[in-house]
Protein backbone atom coordinates (compact mmCIF):
# COMPACT_ATOMS: atom_id res chain seq x y z
CA UNK A 1 0.00 0.00 0.00
CA UNK A 2 0.82 3.30 -0.65
CA UNK A 3 2.76 4.85 2.36
CA UNK A 4 0.75 8.55 2.02
CA UNK A 5 -2.89 6.70 2.69
CA UNK A 6 -3.52 6.20 5.58
CA UNK A 7 -5.59 3.15 6.59
CA UNK A 8 -9.00 4.92 7.34
CA UNK A 9 -10.60 1.61 9.09
CA UNK A 10 -11.61 1.30 12.92
CA UNK A 11 -10.34 5.27 13.66
CA UNK A 12 -12.06 6.25 17.19
CA UNK A 13 -14.07 8.53 16.00
CA UNK A 14 -14.99 7.56 12.79
CA UNK A 15 -12.94 8.65 9.94
CA UNK A 16 -14.53 12.43 8.56
CA UNK A 17 -15.39 13.37 5.09
CA UNK A 18 -12.01 15.35 5.10
CA UNK A 19 -10.15 12.29 6.11
CA UNK A 20 -11.67 10.31 3.18
CA UNK A 21 -11.11 13.42 0.62
CA UNK A 22 -7.16 13.71 1.66
CA UNK A 23 -7.10 9.84 1.24
CA UNK A 24 -8.87 9.81 -2.13
CA UNK A 25 -6.81 12.72 -3.12
CA UNK A 26 -3.66 11.18 -2.60
CA UNK A 27 -4.91 8.24 -4.37
CA UNK A 28 -5.72 9.86 -7.43
CA UNK A 29 -2.35 12.12 -7.27
CA UNK A 30 -0.53 8.93 -7.18
CA UNK A 31 -1.99 6.99 -9.48
CA UNK A 32 -2.77 9.63 -12.30
CA UNK A 33 1.44 10.53 -11.37
CA UNK A 34 0.55 14.23 -10.54
CA UNK A 35 2.62 16.38 -8.41
CA UNK A 36 -0.06 19.02 -8.24
CA UNK A 37 -3.29 19.54 -10.12
CA UNK A 38 -3.43 22.10 -13.21
CA UNK A 39 -6.39 24.22 -14.72
CA UNK A 40 -5.75 21.32 -17.43
CA UNK A 41 -6.37 18.31 -15.30
CA UNK A 42 -8.51 19.78 -12.37
CA UNK A 43 -11.68 18.85 -13.12
CA UNK A 44 -10.82 15.19 -14.06
CA UNK A 45 -8.88 14.95 -11.20
CA UNK A 46 -12.32 16.60 -9.10
CA UNK A 47 -14.65 13.83 -10.63
CA UNK A 48 -12.21 11.05 -9.48
CA UNK A 49 -11.83 12.04 -5.59
CA UNK A 50 -15.36 12.74 -5.41
CA UNK A 51 -16.02 8.99 -6.86
CA UNK A 52 -13.85 7.48 -4.89
CA UNK A 53 -14.08 9.17 -1.68
CA UNK A 54 -17.69 8.21 -1.71
CA UNK A 55 -16.68 4.63 -2.58
CA UNK A 56 -14.29 5.01 0.33
CA UNK A 57 -17.42 5.86 2.30
CA UNK A 58 -19.40 3.24 1.40
CA UNK A 59 -17.01 0.69 1.82
CA UNK A 60 -15.88 1.68 5.54
CA UNK A 61 -19.80 1.17 6.32
CA UNK A 62 -20.04 -2.17 4.76
CA UNK A 63 -16.75 -3.42 6.81
CA UNK A 64 -17.51 -5.06 10.40
CA UNK A 65 -15.64 -3.27 13.04
CA UNK A 66 -11.98 -3.87 13.05
CA UNK A 67 -10.64 -5.76 16.32
CA UNK A 68 -7.35 -3.98 16.09
CA UNK A 69 -7.10 0.10 15.39
CA UNK A 70 -4.85 1.24 12.82
CA UNK A 71 -0.76 1.51 13.36
CA UNK A 72 -0.51 5.48 12.38
CA UNK A 73 -2.45 8.59 13.15
CA UNK A 74 -4.01 10.04 9.93
CA UNK A 75 -2.40 13.31 9.55
CA UNK A 76 -5.39 15.28 9.51
CA UNK A 77 -5.80 14.34 13.52
CA UNK A 78 -1.91 15.25 13.74
CA UNK A 79 -1.55 18.48 15.98
CA UNK A 80 1.43 19.34 13.87
CA UNK A 81 -0.58 18.64 10.51
CA UNK A 82 -3.72 20.85 11.94
CA UNK A 83 -1.89 23.99 12.93
CA UNK A 84 -0.38 24.07 9.42
CA UNK A 85 -3.27 23.59 7.90
CA UNK A 86 -4.96 26.59 9.95
CA UNK A 87 -2.08 28.94 9.65
CA UNK A 88 -2.53 29.00 5.76
CA UNK A 89 -5.93 29.94 6.96
Do not use: F, W
Request: hydrophobic share 45%; charged share 25%; glycine share 6%.
Amino acid sequence: MCRNITALRGLEPAATPEEIHAAALQYVRKVGGLAGISAANRSAVEAAVADIAAATTRLLEDLPDRKVPPKSVPPLRRPEVRARIEARG
